[in-house]
């Protein structure tokens, strides 16, 4: 059974930083793309990053760039979203998912439950 | 900047018929763009229904189906049910790295 488990939310100022880890299981890690996606109370989803099976490519939206940093560890099976300057428009509910990405084939295929960031004084 | 267009709502009866829509504020939306869709309802995680424009994910129902009408990707759902009831997003992809979710279509079933 695929499993995406999200961890590292919380209450954090502005300004300040969360790592978010997603521990993955069920499926072979390494050949899958693999993006974060959020969230904000009541608000639909963004996509704000994306990274390639062995990590040469990243990719952010524009919202975040500069500031969040996503990377992998195949070892672990398990991508990281680094979040840096965070801001009260950062709070979300933060999901991993992972990513079909071939010639004929794009889209999300299994997504975790999420972890909860909140920024706030 | 890319804007991709869903109806705000939508109600429909239960047993009828009803197709979202996801367009391109410029533009025609076609098989390149690989559109997909996927169901969310209140306290979940997204649910993918629909990928590659019409191929149903595993476990999804041949009551939903996926296909392009006119300049538009479009979700249908037939014999609506009460568990149908949620929020639906469409993805196109616009290029490498470039993922863009449309604003969501909340679907009551009433």
């Known amino acids: 059974e695929v499993q995406l488990l999200e961890s590292g939310g919380g209450l954090v100022q502005p300004g300040g930083s969360l790592r978010l880890s997603c521990a993955a299981s069920?499926?072979?890690?390494?050949?899958?793309?693999m993006s974060w996606v959020r969230q904000a109370p009541g608000k639909g989803l963004e996509c704000v990053s994306i990274?390639?099976?062995?990590?040469?490519?990243?990719y952010y939206a524009d919202s975040v760039k500069g500031r969040f940093t996503i990377s992998r560890d195949n070892s672990k099976n398990t991508v990281y979203l680094q979040m840096n300057g965070l801001r009260a428009d950062d709070t979300a509910l933060y999901y991993c998912?992972?990513?079909?990405?071939?010639?004929?084939?794009?889209?999300?295929?299994?997504w975790g439950q999420g972890t909860l960031v909140t920024v706030s004084s | 900047q890319t804007v991709v267009t869903q109806e705000p709502s939508f109600s429909v009866s239960p047993g009828g018929t009803l197709t979202l829509t996801c367009g391109l504020s410029?533009?025609?939306?076609?098989?390149?763009?690989?559109p997909s869709w996927y169901q969310q309802t209140p306290g979940q995680a997204p649910r993918t229904l629909i990928y590659?424009?019409?191929t149903r994910s595993s476990g999804v129902p041949d009551r939903f189906s996926g296909s392009i009408l006119g300049n538009k990707a479009a979700l249908t759902i037939t014999g609506a049910q009460a568990d149908d009831e949620s929020d639906y997003y469409c993805?196109?992809?616009?290029?490498?790295?470039?993922?863009?979710f449309g604003g969501g279509t909340k679907v009551t079933v009433l």
């Open positions: 410029s533009g025609s939306v076609s098989t390149s763009h690989f």
């Open positions: 990274i390639g099976t062995n990590a040469a490519n990243t």
């Open positions: 590659n424009t019409n």
């Open positions: 993805v196109l992809y616009m290029g490498p790295g470039s993922v863009v």
């Open positions: 069920g499926f072979t890690f390494s050949s899958f793309v």
């Open positions: 998912a992972s990513r079909v990405t071939t010639v004929t084939t794009k889209y999300f295929q299994h």
